[in-house]
C-alpha cells in the first residue's frame, strides 16, 4: 500500500504533490513531503500531516516552491497509528537524509535496537524510521572513496521484508532508489525525471518509463538511473497507455461514475476479441495456446476480494466451455505446493495488477512448476510484467476503493478465455450473442430507475446486519455484494447459498432483518423461491433483485427489476443493483464512499 513520488525538476515539490494526488488512492491516512532546493541552499524541508494530500497541500503552504529535488508518500498506516509522527518522510536526526517507504520491513523490531544502541533517537512507531537512521549510520562511518550509493547498496542488504524506497540526502544530486516486493517506476520527460509507485501521475509529464525489478537499487539522477556493474539498469521505454482524470464530473464520487462506465468498459472488454460473425473469441495477449490449454491438468485462479468473487463466477464458464479441472483460490491461502506442476496453469486475477497476496501466489506456483498468466487491469502493472502473458481487462483506470467496473470486466473476460477454447455450439453463439448485447442491457439497466434502489436503501439503512442469499452462479455473486455493502456502507453483512441458510445463518433473522435475495430466471428459480419464503416467515425483509415476474416477486417487500439476460451472464446484470445499493447506502449513512475508512485500492502488504 502507500504511494510513493520523488522528482528532480525545477519546481519538484509542486510535481511531487501533484503526483501524490494521482497516488493517493493506494493509502489516505497521511502524506509528506521533503525537498532539497537548488545548490542545496539550506537543509532539507519536510511537511507530513494526518489527513489527504489536500491538508499536506494547505500546510506546505507554498513553502517548498522552487526546490530542486523532492520526495513524497501517502500513508495506508501498517504499523503505527495514524499520526504526525507515523507519517512519512522519516528523517536522520541531525535531518540531512530523509527517507519515504511502501511494503514491510520484517526484521525492523531487531535493527531498531540496533540503531539505539548507535545511540539514534526514533521518533515513530514505525517500521520504516531505522532504514534513515541505518543510512545515515552508514554514510558517516564508510570508508572516504565510498558513495552515498554504496551506503544505500550496504543498508538495503540488511532489511528483510518488503520495500520501495526513495531517499534523499544533503550534498546529493539525485534520489537513492531500491525496490523488492513492492511497485516502484521511474520515467522521465521534458525537465524532469520521476519516480512513483505506478505510472499514472507520468501521464502528461514523463514520455518514458524504466519499471524497476525486486533486488534493484540506483541512484536516480538528472540523465537517468545509475547502479553497481552487478546490476543490469532497466531501459527506459516509451509510456503504454492513457490518463484519465480522476473526475467524477456529474456524478459527484468516482465510484457512482465508475458504475456507469459499465456499458462502455465492458464493450471494451470485447472489443476485438469476438470475431464480426460472432462465432469466435480470441484473447490476443494470452499466449497459451489451445492445445497446451487442453494437454493441461488443472487450472488454478489465485485472486483476493472482489477480484476473488469474480473468479468464483468466472470458473463456471470454463467449467462448461472446458474439460479441465478449474479451482479459485484466495490467494493469501494458496497451497502452491498440493496444486501445482508442469501440468498446471495458474492464473492470477487483479484490477492492480500490485495485490501482494495474488503476487505472492503466483510467484509460489511458479516455484512449483505452474505455468502462470494474468487478467489484470492495469498496463505494465507487475502482476502483468511477472505473467509476460494474459488479458487485459481494458476496465479503464479505477479510482474507487471499491472495485466495480473491473470487476464486471473480469467475468466478461473469463468468458471471453472459456469461449475461445469451446469447440463451436449453438449455447457459444447463443452467449456470444448475448454478451453483445450487454453494454445496451446495462445501460438499460442503469437508466431505468424505478426508485426501487432508494427504497431498498430505506429498508436497510438503520438496520445492524443484512443478509445476501443466491444459488448457482449469484452464490458467489451475493459474497460481492455483501463485501461491497461492508466496504462503503460499514454494514456487517453475511452471504449465503440460499440452500445452506437453514444449516445456520437463518438464526440471524429477526423481525425487519434485510434480506437480499438475488434471483435471477435460471433453474434455481424455484429453489430460490423456497429460500426466500423461510426467510420470511421468520420475520426478514426482502429485496429481490430479479428479472422473473413470475410469482417468486409475491414473496417480496421489494422488487429491483433485473434486465434479462443468458443464466450464465446474470451475475454482470445483477452486480449493477448490487453496487448500487452499496453506494447509496454508503452516502446514506454519510461515509466517504470512493475512499471508505481503513482501506486502500492497492493492497502491497501480506
Ligand atoms: C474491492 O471492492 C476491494 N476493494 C478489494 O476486495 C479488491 O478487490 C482486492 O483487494 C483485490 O484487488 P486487486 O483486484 O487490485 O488485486
Known amino acids: ?77 501498517t504499523h503505527g497509528g495514524v499520526t504526525d509522527s507515523n507519517a512519512h518522510p522519516h528523517s536522520s536526526n541531525d535531518g540531512d537524509i530523509t527517507i519515504v517507504h511502501n511494503g514491510i520491513i520484517e526484521n525492523a523490531p531487531d535493527l531498531l535496537e540496533r540503531v539505539q544502541n ?53 550534498g546529493l544530486d539525485g534520489i537513492l532508489v531500491a525496490r523488492n516486493g513492492a511497485p516502484l517506476i521511474a520515467g522521465r520527460g521534458h525537465g524532469c525525471v520521476c519516480v512513483s509507485s505506478d505510472a499514472q501521475p507520468f501521464y502528461g509529464r514523463c514520455s518514458e518509463v524504466a519499471y524497476l525489478n525486486d533486488g534493484d537499487v540506483f541512484l536516480l539522477s538528472k540523465d537517468g538511473l545509475h547502479g553497481d556493474d552487478s546490476i543490469l539498469i532497466p531501459s527506459f521505454e516509451v509510456l503504454e497507455g492513457t490518463y484519465e482524470e480522476q473526475d467524477p464530473g456529474r456524478f459527484g464520487h468516482m465510484m457512482l461514475k465508475e458504475i456507469y462506465d459499465q456499458p462502455i468498459s465492458i464493450s471494451n472488454a470485447m472489443g476485438g476479441r469476438i470475431s464480426a ?8 495477449g494470452f499466449s497459451i495456446t489451445k492445445e497446451e490449454i487442453s494437454a493441461l491438468e488443472r487450472i488454478n485462479i489465485v485472486a483476493c476480494g472482489s477480484a476473488y468473487y469474480a473468479s468464483l463466477i468466472g470458473i463456471e464458464f470454463l467449467r462448461k466451455f472446458t474439460n479441465i479441472t478449474v479451482e479459485a483460490f484466495r490467494a493469501s491461502e494458496f497451497p502452491a505446493k498440493s496444486v501445482c506442476n508442469e501440468r498446471t496453469l495458474t492464473i492470477g486475477v487483479s484490477q492492480s495488477g500490485e495485490t501482494k497476496d495474488t503476487l505472492d ?45 473491473a470487476v464486471s470486466n473480469m467475468m466478461i473476460v473469463f468468458a471471453l478465455l472459456s469461449l475461445s477454447l469451446s469447440e463451436n455450439s449453438l449455447e457459444k453463439r447463443e452467449i456470444i450473442s448475448e454478451m453483445r448485447k450487454l453494454p445496451s442491457r446495462i445501460t438499460r439497466q442503469l437508466l431505468e430507475d424505478d426508485g426501487s434502489v432508494q427504497k431498498a436503501v430505506d429498508l436497510i439503512s438503520g438496520s445492524n446486519t443484512a443478509i445476501f442469499i443466491g444459488r448457482g452462479i449469484s452464490a458467489p455473486l451475493t459474497q460481492e455484494g455483501a463485501l461491497k455493502m461492508m466496504e462503503v456502507a460499514y454494514l456487517p453483512c453475511i452471504a449465503y447459498p440460499g440452500g445452506e441458510l437453514k444449516h445456520g445463518p437463518i438464526a440471524l433473522i429477526e423481525e425487519g432483518t434485510p434480506v437480499i435475495a438475488i434471483a435471477p430466471t435460471d433453474s ?15 420475520g ?10 413470475g410469482h417468486i416477486t409475491e414473496t417480496a417487500d421489494i422488487v429491483i427489476p433485473a434486465q434479462s439476460t443468458h443464466p450464465m451472464l446474470s451475475p454482470i446484470i445483477n452486480t449493477i443493483p448490487l453496487q448500487l445499493l452499496a453506494y447509496n447506502l454508503g452516502l446514506a449513512t454519510g461515509n466517504n464512499v470512493d475512499r471508505p475508512r481503513n482501506l486502500a485500492k492497492s493492497v502491497t502488504v501480506v
Open 1 to 77: 500500500m502507500c504511494g510513493i513520488f520523488g522528482c528532480i525538476s525545477d519546481d519538484a515539490a509542486a510535481l511531487v504533490l501533484e503526483g501524490l494526488r494521482k497516488l493517493e488512492y493506494r493509502g489516505y491516512d497521511s502524506a509528506g513531503l521533503a525537498a532539497i532546493f537548488p545548490e542545496h541552499r539550506g537543509p532539507i524541508q519536510t511537511e507530513r500531516t494526518t489527513g489527504f494530500v489536500s491538508d499536506l497541500v494547505s500546510k506546505a503552504n507554498g513553502r517548498f516552491k522552487g526546490a530542486e529535488i523532492a520526495i513524497g508518500h501517502t500513508r495506508w498506516a
Open 524 to 538: 434455481s428459480l424455484s429453489l430460490m423461491e423456497s429460500s426466500i419464503r423461510e426467510c420470511k416467515s421468520r
Open 277 to 284: 460473425d460472432g462465432m469466435n473469441v480470441e484473447l490476443g
Open 361 to 405: 501466489a503466483l510467484q509460489n506456483a511458479k516455484v512449483a512448476g505452474s505455468n502462470i498468466s494474468s487478467f489484470c487491469n492495469v498496463i505494465g502493472s507487475t502482476m502483468s510484467r511477472l505473467t509476460g502473458n494474459g488479458a487485459y481487462l481494458h476496465a479503464g483506470p479505477e479510482f474507487a476503493v471499491a472495485s466495480t467496473k
Open 118 to 170: 548507535l545511540g539514534y533517537s526514533v521518533s515513530s512507531e514505525t517500521d520504516s524510521e531505522v532504514i534513515v537512521h541505518l543510512l545515515d549510520h552508514e554514510t558517516k562511518t564508510q570508508s572516504s572513496n565510498s558513495t552515498p550509493l554504496d551506503a544505500f547498496n550496504k543498508i538495503i542488504q540488511m532489511l528483510e521484508g518488503s520495500w520501495a524506497i526513495a531517499a534523499i540526502m544533503k
Open 540 to 549: 426478514g425483509r426482502i429485496i429481490l433483485i430479479t428479472d422473473s415476474d
